[in-house]
């Protein structure tokens, strides 16, 4: 019994202990104690109550019941016995909880009731031990000898008896009957000899027990020279020079032959490999101690192990010595290089860049130093030295077949001729049709199909699309698939090409590309805006890097968002561009391409844009129409101008009167029309554009005095008091206005009046009675024409009044010759541009300014008549100007 067992056997009694102590036990007892119980076995326990019990609890058997620790076992377990004993049948199981208690519900004459415990019992439960098998035993060497310790190893079943169970190993010698006893573990043990018998005959078993039984295995019966195992031996090997394909192997006998006698097993193998090769037992016999290992590859590691046991064949083969190695010697490469080619055509062009290739002899033999290649192209050859170290050699421009030979070199010599033609381009035989592939857990499948005849082989070389590399692999021509392994990467896009070979020629290529196992595109397109517009635009996009790919593209995903709308389109992976259609003006739009390949998707930037308010040509269309629209009206104004010419002449240039040709000298309202015309020099007559009823007023004596003087002055410059005759009345002024009184006169500011007031007696001559002058008016809407703008600058010199208008002396005043009130005269601004005249009151009629003014004497009886003529206006700017008496009277 081991210690763990012990162990466990203690922990179960205390806690027994400790549980018997905690619990009050009355009235009765339970049978069996303290059982062991079998692992899916029937268990029936039994309780019985005393006679005291009986009478101190006032139970029966109807008032007894089991519980496993605090489960209750259901009643329909239970068995009653009699009045006082009740058993309990359950099947044994590891939920079983100790203990399993009876009690009883007690009955007092108080009439009251209580839970009382019986008696109680541990138990402990497990299986029975099993019978061991498959014993054997082995003695090891010691030294030069053999050890005095026998170990033994058997199966002890393959179910745990769960309790304390103990195993013994029997051993009895025949040669003196000696028997050892060893207790042993649950799966081995050991008996130590005094001196190993050999020569004699073992019997041997082992023997197994537990509370729930004893068990012992079947007797093993055997030489002991048969159960001997010896260390394995110690091995040298020796490679010869001049022997580059042999090998020797030397040991040692690890045992004294006094005890046995040994034979040896050699196995071999190039370094690194898994597969060994064995020398055939036959070989080695008779107590050898060399063996010459032939028919290696020279120039290659080799590891030796070697082996042995009894020669009879009886007991066991020693352990493998360990891994002992050696290089062979050189020897010249027996194999040729492998060759071959990658073409790449020129588009438009029947020019081709040859790429060859090639691999190092499979049997070089030694380290090969350098390739020596030869291009043959017709009768023309160009050798090249190549280093060990160059794979691949590039021909540019090739347009002619040419024929290359290659060949490998060491210390020893040169490997055979390696060749490989070229054809012409478009000459290469044909024989492939189709190419497919289909990625596998342990590699590329790559099918093909052909058309016959087969050729010697098919050679299918693999590219990685994104550096470079290259590798390639020689099948059959009888094959038409392969597994492609080796230094594929994942993620990584090949171009796999098949090509038949006829003696040396290779057919017409056909190529597929293909990935060992796609993965999710690391990098998403970026978009970009081609052409914008008002409702649609189109979004261009490349495709990503290779490297990020990972994979084919099954299709391209583009994406548009606005606030809160998020339209979708997928596209084929072919495509490159999409045009977004149906979209609102002026508004901001965000677009992202999404690639997808079968592993899954990657979205690229967003790229944000507003279309455009107008469309194209939109604003082109509205200039147009407007231009047009203002060609139409100033074509049709025009015309309308041409057609209605003299109506639009009569409302913006009304017909002005000439005054040469008017009547109104002929007519007055009180006096009848007098026939004589003025001459020349004499004052013309007023012309106003503004009537104002003045009042009267006296001029001084200063001013009375002055008039005379300055008669021959405006004579001489020719000033009239006419429209026409002075600069005065074709200056622009403001209209005349009464500024001092606001008498009951009137200023008709749209009127043009032209009034001719017809001063009596002549120059000089003051008559005794003067008649009343004559006054004539004539009222025209017309504007003042602008004929005498030149003489502007002569009335601003002389600032004096013009157009002065001559007042009908009134009733009251006749027979009287009133004095010249001169008053102050406000021009007012007409529009853009007024009317300026000069204005002055009507004074007696020998003593007016346009009677003393010298014009040309009428005939004799007669005063001077005054005609209207024309004047004109221009604009003037500023405000108001003002012309007062003062002035007036210094220039008259």
């Not at 081709?352 to 499979?362: N, S, T």
Request: net charge negative; hydrophobic share 30%.
């Amino acid at each position: 019994m081991d210690v763990s067992h012990i162990a466990l056997l203690l922990l179960i009694l205390v806690c027994m202990v400790s549980h018997s102590a905690l619990i009050n036990f009355c009235c009765g007892k339970t049978y069996p104690e303290s059982p062991v119980l079998e692992l899916g076995q029937s268990f029936t326990a039994t309780c019985v109550l005393s006679e005291d019990g009986m009478r101190e609890t006032g139970a029966t058997a109807k008032d007894i019941f089991w519980v496993f620790r605090n489960t209750r076992v259901p009643e329909e377990l239970y068995t009653r016995i009699n009045d006082s004993a009740v058993s309990v049948t359950v099947n044994v199981t590891r939920e079983l909880e100790n203990p399993l208690k009876c009690s009883v519900l007690a009955r007092f004459p108080s009439h009251t009731r209580e839970v009382r415990n019986v008696h109680g019992l541990f138990f402990a439960v497990g299986y029975p031990p099993e019978k061991p098998d498959n014993l054997s035993c082995v003695v090891l060497q010691s030294g030069k000898g053999l050890s005095c310790t026998m170990t033994c190893f058997w199966n002890p079943g393959e179910r745990d008896p769960i309790l304390n169970t103990t195993y013994t190993l029997l051993v009895n010698t025949t040669v003196n009957g000696e028997k050892y006893r060893a207790a042993a573990r649950r799966d081995r043990g050991s008996v130590v000899f005094g001196v190993y018998p050999m020569f004699t005959v073992l019997n041997i078993s082992v023997e197994v027990e537990n509370p729930l039984g004893k068990v012992r295995s079947d007797v093993l019966i055997l030489d002991s020279e048969d159960i001997v195992k010896t260390d394995p031996p110690k091995v040298k090997v020796v490679s010869e020079v001049g022997f580059p394909t042999s090998l020797i192997v030397r040991w040692e006998h690890p045992i004294d032959e006094v005890y046995i006698t040994l034979k040896y097993n050699i196995r071999y193998c190039p370094a690194g490999a898994h597969m060994w090769s064995q020398v055939p037992p036959s070989d080695l016999v008779g107590g050898i101690k060399s063996f010459r290992l032939q028919y290696l590859e020279p120039y290659t590691d080799y590891v030796v192990q070697v082996r042995c046991m009894q020669e009879e064949g009886h007991g066991y083969w020693s352990e493998w010595s360990r891994n002992v190695s050696t290089r062979m010697p050189e020897s010249e490469p027996s194999s040729p290089p492998d060759l071959w080619r990658i073409i790449t055509w020129s588009e438009g062009s029947p020019e081709r860049r040859v790429r060859l290739i090639w691999k190092r002899p499979v049997h070089s033999n030694g380290r090969i130093l350098g390739y020596n290649l030869t291009i043959r192209t017709g009768n023309r050859s160009e050798h090249v030295a190549l280093s060990s170290s160059a794979a691949e050699y590039v021909l540019e421009k090739v347009k002619h077949a040419i024929l290359v030979e290659l060949t490998a070199y060491n210390s020893e010599g040169s490997s055979p001729r390696a060749q490989l033609r070229v054809p012409r381009a478009n000459q290469e035989p044909s024989s492939v049709k189709t190419v497919t592939r289909q990625p596998l857990d342990e590699g590329l499948w790559v099918g093909w199909e052909y058309a016959p005849p087969s050729p010697a082989e098919f050679v299918l070389d693999w590219v990685s699309v994104s550096n470079g590399t290259v590798d390639w692999k020689r099948v059959p021509g009888s094959s038409n698939y392969t597994v492609l392994t080796g230094a594929l990467q994942p993620l990584e896009r090949y171009n796999i090409s098949v090509s038949p070979v006829w003696q040396g020629t290779p057919g017409r290529t056909v190529s597929t590309q293909a990935y060992l196992r796609q993965g999710r595109p690391s990098e998403g397109p970026s978009v970009k805006l081609k052409q914008s517009g008002k409702t649609e635009v189109q979004l261009v996009w490349e495709e990503p890097p290779l490297v990020s790919l990972n994979g084919f593209i099954t299709n391209y995903t583009v994406f548009c968002r606005t606030e809160d709308v998020v339209k979708s389109v997928v596209l084929p992976p072919s495509d490159r561009s999409y045009t977004l259609k149906g979209l609102s003006g002026s508004t901001k739009y965000v677009v992202h391409v999404m690639v997808s390949t079968v592993a899954g998707s990657k979205s690229g930037l967003e790229f944000t844009f507003r279309t455009l308010k107008y469309a194209s040509g939109e604003i082109e269309l509205i200039v147009v129409l407007v231009c047009l629209g203002f060609l139409f009206f100033t074509v049709l104004t025009v015309l309308l101008g041409i057609n209605k010419k003299e109506m639009i002449k009569k409302h913006i240039w009304p017909q002005v009167p000439d005054p040469s040709n008017s009547t109104i000298a002929n007519w007055s309202p009180d006096y009848p029309s007098r026939p004589e015309t003025p001459k020349e020099g004499s004052l013309t007559d007023v012309s106003v554009v503004e009537v104002d009823v003045f009042e009267k007023k006296s001029l001084g004596e200063e001013d009375k005095t002055s008039l005379p003087l300055k008669k021959d002055k405006y004579l001489s410059e020719e000033h009239s008091s006419g429209i026409g005759g002075s600069s005065c009345m074709s200056s622009p002024r403001q209209s005349v206005s009464d500024s001092d009184e606001g008498d009951s006169g009137q200023t008709t500011a749209s009127t043009v009046q032209y009034s001719s007031v017809v001063a009596s007696g002549y120059k000089g001559q003051t008559p005794g009675q003067p008649p009343p002058p004559v006054f004539a008016r004539s009222e025209s809407t017309q504007p003042l024409l602008g004929s005498e703008e030149h003489q502007d600058e002569p009335c601003q010199a002389h600032s004096y009044p013009r157009n002065p208008y001559f007042k009908r002396p009134r009733a009251a005043d006749e027979g009287a010759t009133p004095p010249l009130n001169l008053r102050q005269i406000e021009i007012p601004e007409h529009g853009s541009g007024s009317l300026g005249f000069c204005s002055a009151e009507e004074g007696s009629q020998q003593s007016t300014p346009t009677a003393e003014a010298g014009h040309a004497e009428g005939p004799a009886g007669s005063a001077p008549s005054y005609m209207p003529q024309r004047t004109g206006y221009r604009p003037q700017r500023g405000g108001p100007q003002a012309v007062t008496a003062e002035q007036l009277s210094r220039d008259y």
